[in-house]
């Protein structure tokens, strides 16, 4: 009980985060096991959208590192999700006779996913880290762009001798019974399903164990003060660069996985799902969350994709509908007297609480 | 902010409970499912296969009170992968036993699996792409990328089957000497059409002296693609695409000067009812199309009335496809004594078994018949816009 009070207030949100992942599990696992009825309660909709969600929820928490905690604007970061979507699919293929454990073949995938968007995001981030503010959105723009039309061009084919990679053409002369896992702009046309729910709680768990740490700790303090003000951090001696370039490799390391278990939980894939419009669906996630605030980011990014689908009864007004509640959420969460009033419910409900401790008489 | 979200989405939700309160009681009808994109840059497919199916439900419906109903529903899903297998599964939940497919080929390969892992039967209309099927070797690498699943019928022609025809095509009529092309690489559709041309055309010793490319970002601008193919003295056009890029490009060479002969396959059907297009300049285009609003035959003409009193504009080989889809459907299922309070498994291996064997007569096609491997067998008609209208070319 005593460590409980004299935890900051930063622990307490994180040990609350974490609870409200595992909570939010533990309660859909069980709607979705045979033990209520059998098949689960929970309709093959949501069934089927649980891995994506989860994806979708890590490359929210990655992107409100960047934006968030280091104060950077990315536009491009859909395109570390598609490094890492491309790059784990391939090695899932590829490692199909190594590792027969889909468990375990799944983790190496997400690993060399996370790998393969590490070093993208250290190629792209020395260069482009010295830049600040609109410029480094737009550069991460182009990015982005530039990633699609990569692999949009990317050629991977399979057989007993092993991996085959062309660029622009496709001359790759397979051995009999090999196959094509890239086909250029047509991507990726089957994939052996490998992520589940489970994987994509566990990703949730792990993302946001690197993330409480990492701003936790001395670095991470280090980073804020650059997002602060960065004249007054660079000021007494913090690395700029240096500490940019951690949070910002770390964010694309964690989008690299997310992009991993996205691809594994799809039949099939291709550049363009990693455009432009869902590098900007990840940024609304974050700013919906709150800049900085992880939970937010866990809520707005899985009831964000929930919602269209949700919305299908209003059939020709789907759209729509969905873009007016999303205006309409932001204009209320930003609304002062709104604020205050939940604000002040807030203290009552603490005061009461409180009060009704008091009764109990609990002393220190 | 917490307590706001909670309180949005208690509004959805008990919203979505009200709306479900109208059509989840047993019908006693068979439920057909279609996904397709309703809204976004490719809506105008997927509303045309909607209206078509629509139709062909409606006169289902009228013509046997008493025999086998259909209900019919579609669901939008934005031309994208991830969406469609969404709109699939909420078709799954509503009940659905057989499934009208995905209209585009992208969300086709991705729905073909959940169905067939379902054991879900599987006519699409219109995703041509042999992915969607599985089990055809790839053209290009002589490979098969995707295992064939079993529960997957097209109603329209696989992709290399209407590539290679129209290769034939041109070398039997002789209508080009030097070929220019011009195709989309990131769609399905148009590179699987010209993988199996360009194979086809290296076989018949086709002169092709130009190809080149554009993608869904860059497909409004054409100006360095026909430069390409007017430098290289090309006098005939082969255009593997659906009609709106098509029609930019008509319009955008005909600005340049440059006019050869144009050579389009079935996604061309439809540009001489696209809003704001000067139809004069479609004048002379050749497609092979295996459906021509403008026939005298008497179904067609009938389907043609009832889809503009409805919708208001012509229908075109999208809407065509998906009418025959859900008569083939109608056909099999009432031959095989399928009824409506049958699993969508027992009808998926009554309808699998009946659609091999049988043959069927649509507005697309006389005699049709499918193979084992979920291709169907017709044959495309050449047709070439004069006066603005489509005419026979033989």
């Known amino acids: ?364 | 902010m917490k307590k706001f979200l909670a309180l949005t989405m208690a509004a959805v939700m008990s919203v979505s409970l009200l709306a479900g309160c109208g059509g989840n009681k047993d019908s006693g009808k068979l439920k057909i499912g279609g996904a397709g994109p309703l809204t976004g840059g490719a809506a105008i497919y997927g509303n045309a296969a909607k209206n078509g199916a629509t139709i062909a439900a409606e006169e289902i419906n009228a013509a046997n009170p008493n025999g086998l109903q259909i209900e019919l529903r579609y669901e939008d899903d934005t031309h994208d992968p991830e969406k469609s297998v969404n709109a699939y599964n909420t078709l799954k939940g509503w009940g659905m036993q057989v499934f009208l497919g995905s209209v585009t080929s992208a969300p086709g390969v991705a729905t073909s699996v959940e169905a067939n892992a379902d054991h879900m039967f599987y006519l699409t209309p219109s995703a041509s792409s042999t992915d969607v099927l599985g089990g055809v070797v790839n053209p290009l690498t002589g490979t098969v990328d995707v295992e064939r699943k079993d529960t997957i019928f097209q109603m329209c022609f696989v992709d290399p089957n209407q590539g290679s025809a129209s290769a034939q095509y041109i070398f039997d009529q002789k209508l080009g000497d030097k070929i220019a092309v011009i195709y989309k690489n990131d769609d399905v559709y148009s590179t699987g059409v010209f993988n199996s041309f360009d194979a086809k055309a290296k076989e018949l010793g086709l002169n092709v002296v130009s190809v080149t490319t554009f993608t869904e970002d860059t497909q409004t601008d054409f100006s360095v693609q026909i430069n390409d193919a007017k430098a290289a003295g090309a006098d005939l056009l082969f255009l593997p695409m659906y009609y709106q890029p098509a029609s930019l490009i008509l319009a955008q060479s005909a600005a340049a000067g440059f006019a050869p002969k144009y050579f389009g396959i079935d996604g061309m059907d439809g540009i001489l009812t696209l809003e704001g297009f000067d139809t004069s300049l479609a004048e002379g285009v050749m497609l092979l199309t295996p459906f021509n609003a403008d026939s005298e035959d008497a179904a067609t003409k009938s389907f043609v009335e009832k889809y503009q009193a409805a919708y208001g504009d012509a229908p075109n080989q999208f809407a065509a496809d998906a009418y025959d889809c859900v008569y083939a459907i109608y056909q099999a299922a009432t031959k095989t004594g399928v009824t409506a309070d049958m699993s969508a498994s027992d009808i998926c291996d009554k309808l699998v078994a009946e659609f091999t064997s049988m043959t069927f007569n649509g507005l697309t096609g006389e005699g049709m018949t499918w193979a084992a491997d979920g291709t169907v067998t017709k044959s495309p008609k050449g047709m070439v816009i004069k006066d603005g209208a489509y005419v026979g070319m033989d």
Request: hydrophobic content about 55%; some cysteine; overall charge positive.
């Open chain 1, 1 to 364: 009980m005593k460590t409980l009070k004299n935890m900051s207030k930063t622990s307490k949100t994180n040990f609350a985060t974490y609870g409200m992942v595992i909570v939010v599990f533990a309660v859909l696992q069980l709607l979705g096991s045979d033990l209520i009825q059998r098949g689960g309660v929970l309709s093959p909709t949501l069934k089927g959208q649980l891995v994506p969600i989860c994806a979708y929820v890590v490359m929210a928490l990655s992107l409100n590192l960047t934006v968030g905690v280091l104060g950077e604007l990315s536009l491009g970061h859909a395109g570390f999700m598609s490094v890492g979507a491309f790059s784990g699919t391939v090695a899932a293929t590829a490692l199909q006779n190594v590792i027969p454990s889909p468990g375990a073949r799944l983790l190496a995938a997400v690993v060399i996913g996370a790998v393969f968007a590490t070093v993208a995001g250290i190629l792209i981030g020395i260069p482009v880290l010295r830049l600040g503010g609109d410029y480094l959105a737009i550069v991460t723009l182009a990015f982005g762009q530039i990633i699609k039309s990569l692999i949009e061009n990317l050629y991977v084919g399979m057989d007993v001798n092993g991996l085959h990679f062309d660029f622009l053409e496709n001359k790759i002369a397979l051995a009999q019974g090999g196959k094509m896992i890239v086909n250029g702009p047509m991507g990726i046309p089957s994939i052996q399903k490998l992520s589940s729910f489970t994987a994509g709680f566990l990703l949730i768990m792990a993302a946001l164990f690197v993330i409480f740490n990492l701003t936790n700790s001395r670095s991470g303090r280090a980073i804020m003060a650059l997002r602060d003000n960065r004249i007054a951090a660079e000021s007494v001696g913090i690395n700029v660069t240096k500490y940019k370039l951690m949070a910002f490799v770390t964010s694309a390391a964690l989008a690299g996985a997310a992009g991993t278990l996205f691809a594994l939980g799809q039949n099939t894939l291709v550049a363009s799902k990693f455009d432009f419009n869902t590098s900007i669906l990840v940024l609304v996630f974050v700013v919906l969350g709150g800049l900085g605030r992880m939970w937010g980011s866990i809520i707005a990014a899985a009831a964000l994709t929930i919602l269209p689908e949700a919305l299908r009864q209003f059939a020709d007004y789907r759209m729509l509908t969905y873009a007016i509640m999303l205006i309409l959420v932001m204009l209320c969460t930003n609304n002062p007297t709104l604020k205050s009033f939940f604000s002040s419910l807030a203290a009552k409900v603490k005061g009461s609480a409180k009060k009704g401790k008091a009764k109990g008489g609990e002393g220190k």
